[in-house]
């Protein structure tokens, strides 16, 4: 069992208001689900969306625990419960336990799905994601709570596109919080709180076998880290992302992490702007040696990569890291404040640097 942080989280903005329910829609309850009991409800909730969606009409789901089988597919339609303490849809196959999202304006809404039981990551299939968004377009995934899962929270892949993820609670995932990848684009990540990950709290990944990179994704105000696995905020492979007034803290690798991999066979990196971000005591896995932020390339080319107005502090193993075998650009470092603990201030071993109006180093 992973261990609970005792760090208290900072307060967020007020969030926005979750996504009414329509008059109209049609309730599981009327499907045949049967909350708080034992009976599987994957058949009857499966029913209610499969008829929503050809009469234009969006899912209920009324207080209660209802427990799903397998996986559930909601395919543009819109899934909504009156908030996450109140509505819960449990997952009892480990392996088997994702609610796959597709087709155009999807919604996912004021409700949480949880794992009743989890497995080792392995294959990192995404039927053991929470939520698996594949090829969705105009979607939005908000209020919800992700307790558990045997990999990863929130994957966006197949090329998805003009997606909102926004004011949701991810725990004790077992791979990445929040995973952006496969040439998905135009996504807005927002006031999420990610916390026990096992691996990123959210990344943005491409891969080289991917046919498009993953480009255009915000990422902002949302508070990570608290115990997670791996690293806070990624972009391994990506372009044109922003990554603004967020809160990392206490992951074990960087709190930032900007980075081509050969390892992964990951796409090059362009045009990632970061912030007003407040980065604080990550790195803490003792044979990483990551410090607080970390721009590395083993593989490719990471370019026009922009550092604004950051604040760094109580470093485990260094401040902030540029290095790798891979070319590195123009990296820019304009206005941060670093304020560190233990092990070099700056480590400039690649790239070109460009420093302006910076404390700490």
């Known amino acids: ?34 909350p708080d009991d034992d009976t599987d409800d994957l058949a009857a909730i499966q029913s209610a969306l499969d008829q929503a969606k050809e009469k234009n009409q969006a899912v209920y789901i009324p207080p209660g625990n209802y427990r799903l089988s397998s996986i559930l597919v909601v395919d543009g339609v819109k899934l909504l419960g009156d908030g996450a303490d109140l509505a819960i849809l449990t997952s009892t196959d480990s392996g088997s336990g994702s609610i796959d999202v597709k087709g155009d304006n999807a919604v996912l809404s004021g409700f949480a799905h949880v794992y009743e ?91 080289g076998e991917n046919p498009k990179t993953t480009k255009d994704i915000m990422i902002r105000g949302n508070d990570v880290g608290y115990g997670s696995k791996a690293r806070g905020i990624s972009v391994v492979g990506g372009e044109n ?82 290095w790798g075998s891979g070319e590195i650009g123009n990296i820019y470092f304009d206005a941060n404040k670093l304020e560190n603990t233990k092990g070099l201030a700056t480590n400039f071993k690649s790239g070109t640097i460009h420093s302006e109006g910076n404390i700490g180093f």
Do not use: C
């Open 241 to 322: 992302v922003t990554i603004e007034k967020n809160q990392i803290r206490d992951t074990e690798m960087a709190g930032i992490y900007i980075s081509v991999e050969k390892e992964w066979d990951t796409r090059n990196v362009k045009n990632v702007v970061i912030n007003e971000n407040t980065i604080e005591h990550t790195g803490t896995r003792l044979n990483a040696e990551h410090p607080n932020v970390l721009v590395y390339a083993s593989q490719g080319n990471i370019d026009e990569v922009k550092f604004n107005g950051n604040t760094i502090s109580d470093s485990v193993h260094g401040g902030i890291g540029v």
């Open 1 to 34: 069992m992973k261990e609970e942080t005792a760090v208290e989280k900072p307060e967020t903005e007020e969030k926005a208001p979750l996504v009414q329910v329509p008059e109209g829609a049609v309730s599981i309850v009327d499907e045949g689900a049967t």
């Open 117 to 207: 039981k989890t497995e080792e990551r392995g294959n990192g299939a995404n039927d053991k994601n929470s939520i698996t968004v594949l090829g969705a377009t105009n979607f939005t995934i908000q209020g919800l709570m992700i307790d558990k899962s045997s990999t990863a929270g929130i994957f966006v892949g197949d090329e998805s596109s003009n997606g909102k993820i926004i004011d949701n609670t991810l725990q004790n995932t077992g791979a990445d919080g929040i995973h952006i990848t496969n040439g998905s684009s135009n996504i807005v990540i927002e006031r999420n709180k990610v916390s026990q990950a096992g691996d990123d709290t959210i990344a943005v990944v491409s891969y």
